[in-house]
C-alpha cells in the first residue's frame, strides 16, 4: 500500500521545515524532530492533498488499513503532528480541523528532488562520438579544481564544528534533544500546594503520581521512582543537585493552587544539566472534575515528554498515553 503518494517518497519542505520521510525526521533551523512512523504516515497522507479536506474514515484506512479502531490513534498522532511544529517554534496551524468532516492541509508543499546533472558540450551523445583532446584536458583541470573546492570547504566545516558547535554540545544539543550522561531520564517530583489554605496536597501527590504512571509506559525512558522523587517534598534544593542525586537528566516538577472551585495546575520540565526551564503549561480546570483533570494533564505531558526528548516510539497506537 502506498502512503501519501510523492510525499511519502521525496523529502518535501512546508515553510521553513524540510520533512524527511524516509527517515521519519521533521527538520528545522539545524534541529531534527524524530516523529513514529504512523504519525509520519498521517503527515504524508494529509499534505499529499494540500488545502482538500480528508475525511477521518479515509486517514484510517490509507494509514492503519483498517475501518475501525483506530479513531484514537489518529487523534493522537494529529495531536503530537501540532505540538512538533509549536515546539520547532511554528505559530501558524499547519493541519486545520474541519468540524464533521476531517482535517485539511492548510499550507503549500514543496516536493524535494534531485535536479538531473547537466549536459557538458561535447560529451558523449547519440549524436557526438567524439571528443577532443583539447576538451579533455580542460574538463580534467575544471574537475581538478572542482574537487579541490570540495576539500576546502569540508576543512573550513571541520573547524566551523571545533569552534563552534562543540563547546556548546552540553547546553545546545543536550537541551534540544533530553541527551545528557543519564541518557534519557525523568523524575517527577512533588508538586508544591500554593492554595491559600495549603490543604491541597494530596491532589498535588496525586497529580505528580498520576503523570509518573502515565510517562512508565513509554519505551527507551528511564523513570525514577515515587519513593526517591518524593524524597525532596518540601525541601529547597537545587534541581541540578536533585538531577545528580536521583542521576537523571530532566525533572518535572510545578505548583497547585485552588481558589473555590477552581484549580490551576502547573508543570515545567527542566533539564538538570544547568537548572533551565525547557517547557512549561498552564492547565485550569474545576475541583469536582479531579479525575478527568488528572488524566488530560498527565496524557498532554507524556506527548510533549516525547517531543522533546526525540523519543521514538515505533507502536505508539499500543501504548496508552
Known amino acids: 500500500m502506498e502512503i501519501g503518494g510523492e510525499t511519502r517518497k521525496h523529502s518535501f519542505r512546508i515553510g521553513g521545515f524540510i520533512i524527511k520521510p524516509d527517515r521519519n525526521l ?79 492541509w492548510a499550507k503549500n508543499v514543496s516536493i524535494s528532488r534531485a535536479p538531473p546533472a547537466p549536459l557538458e558540450p561535447n560529451l558523449i551523445t547519440p549524436g557526438n562520438t567524439d571528443i577532443s583532446p583539447e576538451y579533455q584536458a580542460a574538463r580534467h583541470v575544471k574537475h581538478k579544481g572542482v574537487i579541490l573546492g570540495v576539500l576546502a570547504l569540508l576543512f573550513l566545516g571541520g573547524l566551523i564544528i571545533i569552534m563552534i558547535i562543540l563547546p556548546r554540545y552540553d547546553t545546545k544539543i543536550g537541551r534540544s534533544l533530553g541527551i545528557s550522561e543519564y541518557g534519557r531520564s525523568v523524575a517527577v517530583l512533588s508538586l508544591v500546594d500554593m492554595s491559600a489554605g495549603g490543604n491541597q496536597e494530596h491532589f498535588s501527590d496525586g497529580m505528580a503520581e498520576a503523570i509518573l504512571n502515565q510517562l512508565t509506559q513509554i519505551p527507551n525512558l528511564r523513570m525514577v521512582g515515587r519513593t526517591s522523587s518524593f524524597a525532596f517534598k518540601g525541601k529547597s534544593v537545587d534541581i541540578r543537585e536533585i538531577g545528580n542525586t536521583l542521576k537523571v537528566s530532566h525533572i518535572i516538577d510545578g505548583s497547585v493552587r485552588k481558589h473555590n472551585d477552581r484549580l490551576r495546575v502547573t508543570i515545567q520540565l527542566i533539564n538538570t544539566v544547568d537548572g533551565v526551564q525547557i517547557w512549561s503549561k498552564t492547565y485550569d480546570g474545576y475541583s469536582d472534575d479531579i479525575f478527568n483533570l488528572q488524566e488530560n494533564i498527565s496524557r498532554d505531558v507524556a506527548d510533549e515528554l516525547i517531543i522533546m526528548l526525540g523519543i521514538n516510539i515505533e507502536h505508539i497506537a499500543d501504548i496508552e498515553l
Open 26 to 104: 521533521l527538520v528545522k533551523d539545524g534541529v531534527s524532530y524524530s516523529l513514529e512512523p504512523r504519525i509520519m504516515d498521517v503527515l504524508c497522507v494529509i499534505a499529499a492533498q494540500p488545502r482538500e479536506v480528508i475525511s477521518r474514515d479515509r486517514l484510517i484506512a490509507r494509514v492503519w488499513n483498517v475501518e475501525y479502531g483506530a479513531d484514537e490513534s489518529l487523534t493522537r498522532a494529529i495531536s503530537i503532528l501540532r505540538k512538533t511544529f509549536r515546539s520547532a517554534g511554528e505559530t501558524e496551524e499547519f493541519i486545520q480541523t474541519i468540524p464533521k468532516r476531517g482535517y485539511r
